[in-house]
């Protein structure tokens, strides 16, 4: 395969710790830290994550349809 040069547009780095909390129809809970998450659109406030679909998170969400992604502060990163 050829490298291709995307140029200075693209970056994804650095970008927050970002955790994906969800619970699954049978009432236990999850937490995963997700490698990819954005901001999409500031109106109305839209955020994407990336899921693995063999994550639990992924099932969780797919079964109940809720999850919350949290941002974590710089200072509790080191936590994540």
């Known amino acids: 395969m050829q490298k291709r040069q995307l140029g200075s547009c ?3 780095f650095p ?3 970002t ?3 969800t619970i699954g129809s049978d009432g236990q809970g999850n937490i995963m830290t997700a ?3 954005g901001i999409v659109s500031k109106t109305p406030p839209t955020m994407a994550v ?3 679909k063999g994550r639990k998170s992924y099932q969780n ?3 109940t349809g809720d999850f919350v992604v ?3 502060p ?3 990163a080191v936590e994540a």
């Open 10 to 12: 693209v970056t994804f």
């Open 50 to 52: 990336s899921l693995n």
């Open 61 to 63: 969400i797919h079964e």
């Open 70 to 72: 949290n941002m974590v």
């Open 74 to 76: 710089a200072p509790l």
């Open 15 to 17: 970008q927050p710790t």
């Open 19 to 21: 955790l994906v909390s």
């Open 35 to 37: 490698s990819w998450a």
